[in-house]
C-alpha cells in the first residue's frame, strides 16, 4: 500500500469518525431540547423554528419591501441591485436563529444559576386566571418596563413554563458572542436611532411577519434604560408595527397585551446610568474607556468578596405579570370616534397607538414591586435631612406601606414586621455605602443621595400625592400635625 493511499484512508477514516461524531452530538442535543420542552410544559411557536433562508424569501418578495427599495433607489440615485442588496443585509442583521437547546437548556440553566446567585426572584400575577383563559393560539405582546439589561434574562427565566420570548434587541448586543446568544434566543436587532425608511420598512415587515404567524414578543415601550429610575415616556415604534398586523381580522381577535413590571433592590448599572444621567444634562461626554474600567473593578471586587465568603445576594429581583388586554375591543372603540385607525395615514394613526400605549404604562406604573431598598429609600426621600432617627423612619415606611396597600399596590411581604423590611433593605444601603448607622438613626452618605433618589424614582408615581402631604404636614406646628395624610 502506498503512503498517498495510506493517507488518503486515514483522512477518509477522521472524516467518517468527526462525522459520526457530530451525529451524535446533534441527537444528544435534540434530545436534550425535547426533554426540556416537555419539562417546562412550554408552547413552542413552530414559525421560531423556521429557517431563516424562507423568511429571507418572504420579506425579499414582500410588494411593501419591494416600493421601499425603488423609492429608496430613486431618492438617493443608487441602483435598485445596490438597494435590494443593501435590504439583503438588513435582514441577516435582524432577522434571528431560535435554537431549542439554547433556549430552554443552556440558556434556562445559566440564567437560573446567575439570577439565583445575585438575587432572591420573585414571581406575581395580577389576575393568572385571566391569564390561564387565554387561548393557545392567542398573539401575545408582553410589553415590559426596562429598569435593567437583566431584564431580557429574568423575564425569560420567569416565563420559561409559559412561552419563549422573542426580544427586540438594541445595537449594544451587537457584538460577539451576544450577537450570537441573543439571535440564539430568539432575538431580533433593532437600530434605535436609525432614520431611513428603507431599513423600518423591512423591520416593519418583518415584525409584522412574526405576529402574524403568533411569535411571542417582548417589548420595552420605554426604548431604553431609565435613568433616574422614573417610568419613562413610551416610545411607540415597535408597537405599531405589531399593530399593523391586526389589519387581518383574525389576528386581530387574537391579539393580546400583557403589561408587565420588573423591579429591582439593586439594579446592576445603577452608578453608570446615573453618570449618564449626568453627563447628560451637563453636556459632559461619558468616558467608555472609564465604563470598562468601572465594569472590571466590578468584577474583581465581587470575586474577591466570593473567594474569602462575605458574598451577599443583592436583595430581590421581582416580577409582576399584569391582567391581559385585548386588542380587539380597544380597536372597536376607536373605530367609532377615528373609523378605522389601522387604516388612517401615519401621521393620524400614532397619536391614537400613543394613547394605548400610556394606558399600558400607566397599568405597569401600577403593578410595579416594591421592594424593600425601593420602599426604604422612598421613606429617607421623603425627609429634607440628610440624619433621620430609626424610630421616625421605621414610621415612615410603616405609613408608606399601609398606604401602598390600600392602594392595591404589589408590596412584597407586605405582612412582615416593617422593622425587618427594612433591616433587609439596610443591608444593601450599607453594602453600597448610601447609608451609614450613627446615634439613634442613619445618615444619608454624600455619595449616596443620588441612589437613594434612583431607587425612590422607582415608585414615586405610586406616592406622589403621599409625599406632597407628608412635606405639607412637616412643615405644620407639632399640634397641628397629627392628622395622616390621605
Known amino acids: 500500500m502506498t503512503d498517498s493511499l495510506r493517507t488518503t484512508l486515514a483522512l477518509a477514516a477522521a472524516l467518517a469518525l468527526g462525522a459520526g461524531a457530530l451525529l451524535l452530538a446533534r441527537r444528544f442535543v435534540d434530545r436534550s431540547a425535547r426533554r426540556a420542552v416537555r419539562r417546562f410544559r412550554a408552547r413552542v411557536n413552530r414559525f421560531k423554528l423556521t429557517r431563516k433562508r424562507y423568511i429571507r424569501t418572504t420579506l425579499l418578495g414582500d410588494p411593501a419591501v419591494a416600493q421601499a427599495v425603488r423609492a429608496h433607489a430613486a431618492e438617493h440615485g443608487e441602483a435598485e ?189 445603577d452608578r453608570t446610568l446615573i453618570r449618564e444621567l449626568r453627563a447628560r444634562e451637563g453636556g459632559e461626554r461619558v468616558h467608555r474607556l472609564r465604563q470598562a474600567g468601572e465594569v472590571l473593578h466590578y468584577v474583581g471586587w465581587n470575586v474577591t468578596r466570593a473567594l474569602t465568603g462575605r458574598w451577599r445576594r443583592y436583595g430581590r429581583a421581582a416580577v409582576t405579570v399584569g391582567a391581559p388586554m385585548k386588542v380587539l375591543p380597544w380597536l372597536e372603540a376607536q373605530r367609532a370616534r377615528h373609523g378605522d385607525v389601522l387604516a388612517l395615514p401615519r401621521d393620524r394613526r400614532l397619536p391614537v397607538v400613543q394613547t394605548l400605549c400610556d394606558e399600558v404604562m400607566r397599568r405597569i406604573g401600577a403593578i410595579i414591586p416594591v421592594t424593600p431598598v425601593a420602599l426604604a429609600c422612598a421613606a429617607i ?52 455605602r448610601m447609608l451609614a448607622a450613627g446615634g439613634d438613626g442613619y445618615a444619608v452618605l454624600p455619595g449616596g443621595r443620588e441612589l437613594v433618589s434612583y431607587y425612590a424614582n422607582g415608585i414615586a408615581h405610586l406616592l406622589g400625592p403621599y409625599e406632597a402631604g407628608v412635606r405639607a404636614r412637616d412643615a405644620l406646628p407639632v399640634e397641628a400635625a397629627t392628622a395622616r395624610p390621605r
Open 381 to 432: 426621600q421623603s425627609f429634607d435631612r440628610d440624619f433621620i432617627p430609626r424610630r421616625d423612619l421605621l414610621a415612615r415606611m410603616e405609613e408608606m406601606r399601609d398606604l401602598l396597600v390600600e392602594m392595591n399596590a404589589k408590596v412584597l411581604r407586605a405582612d412582615r414586621d416593617i422593622a425587618e423590611t427594612f433591616d433587609r433593605a439596610w443591608r444593601m444601603l450599607a453594602m453600597r
Open 81 to 269: 441591485a445596490a438597494t435590494w442588496k443593501r435590504v439583503d443585509r438588513y435582514i441577516d442583521e435582524i432577522v434571528p436563529h431560535f435554537n431549542i437547546f439554547a433556549y430552554y437548556r443552556a440558556g434556562y440553566l445559566s440564567s437560573r444559576a446567575v439570577l439565583n446567585v445575585l438575587y432572591k426572584v420573585s414571581l406575581d400575577y395580577e389576575d393568572l386566571s385571566a391569564l390561564e383563559r387565554l387561548p393557545d393560539d392567542s398573539v401575545v405582546l408582553y410589553l415590559v418596563n426596562h429598569r435593567s439589561n437583566a431584564d431580557y434574562v429574568l423575564l425569560a427565566y420567569v416565563l420559561a413554563g409559559d412561552a419563549s420570548i422573542s426580544y427586540a434587541v438594541g445595537e449594544w448586543a451587537r457584538a460577539f458572542p451576544l450577537e450570537y446568544v441573543f439571535k440564539s434566543f430568539g432575538g431580533y436587532f433593532v437600530r434605535r436611532q436609525f432614520r431611513e425608511p428603507l431599513y423600518h420598512t423591512v423591520l416593519e415587515r418583518y415584525v409584522q411577519l412574526i405576529t402574524r404567524n403568533a411569535v411571542t414578543q417582548g417589548i420595552f415601550p420605554e426604548g431604553g434604560l431609565s435613568r433616574d429610575g422614573r417610568l419613562r415616556p413610551a416610545k411607540i415604534g415597535l408597537l405599531d408595527y405589531a399593530l399593523g398586523a391586526a389589519r387581518d381580522p383574525e389576528v386581530a381577535k387574537r391579539m393580546v397585551l400583557i403589561p408587565v413590571a420588573l423591579n429591582y433592590d439593586r439594579v446592576l448599572e
